[in-house]
């Protein structure tokens, strides 16, 4: 099922020309590589992979990362978890806090239909939890989430995590699985020396709570964390089970400006997502105008990246417009199409029904981005 208030901006079998604009462009030959890319750079590597499905809210897409091998998918939300039960998926766990009865309550409900894990920080969470699986009859996995330096939600390592373990083992409807982990400030630190020294520290705190939840007979048997740009040192760690990157498929503007070991950006996921814009103003000179604004690609992490014209630098955006800037060489034409690389792929995606998926130059196959909107 899909709530796409749009048609597709292009049928199976269209070439990349004529795709309407603004639309959301999957290059499928990157895609399927980075796809393999995250596998041989795991190959080493015992843990589990569960990746965020955050980025790309695609059951399609999921699909495909589960017939590779992952466990399963790490949703944000309950209407992401929801999205993705109805796309098939049968082992989710929710990355966050889910706080309220009627979400709570939707959660419940879905772990009827498949494995359902969530994360805690909060005792009353806990009882509120365990009210919303008594009711619904059924067992809920529990990991308590622990801040390993993001300082988003999450409790402190040590005691703390202690504490809460306890609760939530004591609770007859819910089962202690272990610890998220998860570094997000970790992630876009530029330096790769950095990000180590950033997921070297989150260990330290995690093998230290280990061994408390240990002497109390408390077994996590999961710890899992990692986004796309530490994930290379959870896996190495040693104590994360299971891993959770999530942009390595699509990548975006900020991530291209993380660097490798050498001091050279990163390279080891390259970009498959774009947003396709046509040129729909050129009347001031050195200028042009698309029709790609804040309402077709997010500015959080900055302004979008001009893929395929050199010297052509996107300044500004207003809700439908974006204006790019040709003194610095390059021209485009009236109606001209052109790809822009999203700063920040998460919040673009989440503005469209429907990725339109590429190969050379036709489109293959067009998906639902099911899992989108506000929803929580
Ligand atoms: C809890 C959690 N895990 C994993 C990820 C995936 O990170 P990335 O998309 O940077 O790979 C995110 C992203 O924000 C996250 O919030």
């Known amino acids: 099922m899909t ?11 269209t070439s990349l020309e004529d795709v309407d604009t603004p639309a959301l462009l999957l290059d499928l030959d990157v895609f399927e590589r980075n796809l393999e890319a995250l596998d041989a750079a795991l190959a080493a590597s015992s843990v589990r992979v569960r990746p965020h499905a955050k980025p790309h809210k695609c059951p399609d897409i999921a699909r495909r990362q589960i017939a590779r091998g992952a466990v399963g998918v790490c949703c944000q939300k309950v209407s992401e978890a929801e999205a993705f039960v109805r796309g098939g998926v049968t082992d989710i766990l929710v990355t966050n806090q889910i706080v309220g009865a009627p979400k709570l309550k939707r959660l419940a409900r879905l772990a009827c239909a498949a494995r359902i894990g969530v994360c805690v920080d909060d005792a009353d969470n806990v009882e509120d939890l365990e009210r919303a699986a008594a009711a619904a009859q059924v067992t809920i996995r529990v990991l308590v989430e622990v801040d390993v330096g993001g300082h988003r939600c999450g409790v402190a390592p040590g005691a703390p995590v202690v504490e809460l373990a306890a609760k939530v083992a004591a609770s007859p409807h819910l089962r202690f699985d272990g610890l998220q982990a998860y570094h997000g400030r970790a992630q876009h630190l530029r330096r790769h020396e950095e990000r180590r020294a950033a997921i070297r520290a989150a260990v330290d705190a995690i093998q230290t709570t280990l061994v408390l939840l ?44 993380n660097l490798g070991p050498d001091g050279e950006a990163v390279r080891d996921f390259q970009q498959s997502l774009f947003v396709l814009t046509t ?22 992490s900055g302004m979008p990246l001009v893929a395929d014209v050199p010297g052509a630098v996107y300044t500004g955006a207003s809700d439908e417009h974006g204006v790019v800037d040709l003194r610095g060489g390059g021209s485009l034409a009236l109606g001209q199409k052109l790809r822009l690389i999203p700063g920040h792929c998460d919040p673009t995606v989440n503005m469209y029904d429907w990725l339109v998926c590429v190969r050379s130059g036709r489109v293959e196959e067009v998906w639902p981005i099911a899992a989108r909107g506000a929803g929580y």
């Open 3 to 13: 709530t796409a208030a749009h048609d597709p901006p292009a049928l199976v079998g």
């Open 214 to 257: 240990e002497a109390r007979a408390l077994r996590a048997e999961v710890v899992t964390g990692a986004g796309t740009g530490t994930v290379e040192f959870e896996a190495a760690s040693g104590v994360y089970t299971e891993v959770q990157p999530g942009s390595y498929i699509f990548m975006d503007a900020d991530y291209g400006r």
């Open 279 to 300: 040129v729909m103003s050129r009347a001031r000179p050195g200028r042009v105008v698309l029709d790609a604004g804040l309402k077709a690609h997010s500015v959080d």
